[in-house]
């Protein structure tokens, strides 16, 4: 049973119970951004210290990022300028509005908005990812033909079964990635793990590359809006060539097919990161925004 939502400044954490109210209120809002599914909030709760509060009828989500800034993410429903002024009355940031949400609440409104484009969202045509068809797919079409001339693999949804391997594999994963200085790196890899133990749950899908039976590659997401689905999490075995661009093939290939897009969320301003996205060619950057108090910063 969820506990009622206290009323601002009062705040309690996200909790499982909490799925039903936030699914309902996505669904309803229809979110481009790729923060606003139940599955990627809660995930996430320790990493943002996710809160939630209500003014009036409107949902408040407050969180804090991983330099340790306090912000609340866009409100949803309800009285959303009256919201607004509140929060901003007490010198809080806004973190994660889109391009529609500045157009209709912020124009004018005496806040000083700044685009946060290490927090854009990649979308792509699942098509384009399902496919890899054209010249400019080549270099990923080429790896994977890579791994697939020498191994024995599978591709199988992801089921409990999964777990254990896919596990060792995100540990192997940190291992090697840990030599690289990144500041997500550890509440990222919880959040993976919890997402691997709790996907029935949280309503994640996802597809594996087995070899031998062992996981070499995963990929868990679900539907962020009616055309959308979001890719939350991707791993690969490190020393398997290839086994990257084949996992991203086939969650595009083989899940939500009736969506049109696939958001792969954000490259947090990391060179590799933004390097690997841009190359899967996006048709569109899901510009975000920060917007703060005039005076505060």
Not at 4 to 28: G, H, Q
Not at 106 to 129: I, P, Q
């Amino acid at each position: 049973m969820t506990s009622p939502l206290p009323a601002y400044p009062a705040s309690r954490p996200i909790t499982l119970d909490d799925k039903a109210l936030l699914d309902d209120i996505f669904e309803r809002e229809q979110p481009r951004i790729s923060e606003f599914t139940f599955a990627g909030l809660y995930l996430f709760r320790e990493a943002h210290g996710y809160r939630l509060s209500a003014i009036g009828d409107t949902l408040v989500i407050l969180g804090r990022g991983y330099d340790n800034s306090t912000y609340f993410l866009p409100p949803l429903g309800g009285n959303v300028p009256s919201a607004l002024q509140r929060l901003f009355a007490d010198r809080l940031s806004l973190y994660g509005a889109d391009e529609d949400f500045v157009a209709k609440y912020l124009a004018g409104s005496g806040t000083v908005v700044n685009e946060d484009r290490d927090n854009f969202d990649y979308l792509h045509r699942r098509e384009d990812l399902a496919n890899l068809a054209g010249r400019r797919y080549h270099g990923k079409k080429n790896r994977i033909n890579y791994f697939t001339r020498r191994q024995e693999y599978t591709v199988e949804f992801y089921g409990p079964k999964h777990c254990e391997s896919a596990l060792r594999l995100l540990d192997e994963w940190t291992r090697v990635r840990g030599e690289v200085e990144s500041r997500s790196l550890v509440p990222e890899t919880a959040a993976a793990a919890e997402a691997l133990r709790t996907a029935d749950v949280l309503g994640l899908e996802g597809v594996v590359i087995l070899v031998g039976g062992k996981v070499k590659a995963f990929a868990l997401g679900e539907r962020l809006n009616r055309t959308t689905s979001v890719c939350h999490f991707e791993k690969a075995d490190p020393f398997s060539e290839g086994a990257y661009q084949l996992v991203d093939r086939e969650f595009s290939r083989l899940l939500f097919t009736d969506c049109t897009y696939v958001n792969r969320e954000q490259d947090l301003g990391e060179p590799g990161l933004r390097e690997s996205k841009l190359s899967y060619h996006p048709v569109e950057l899901v510009r975000k925004f920060r917007a703060i108090p005039r005076g505060a910063a």
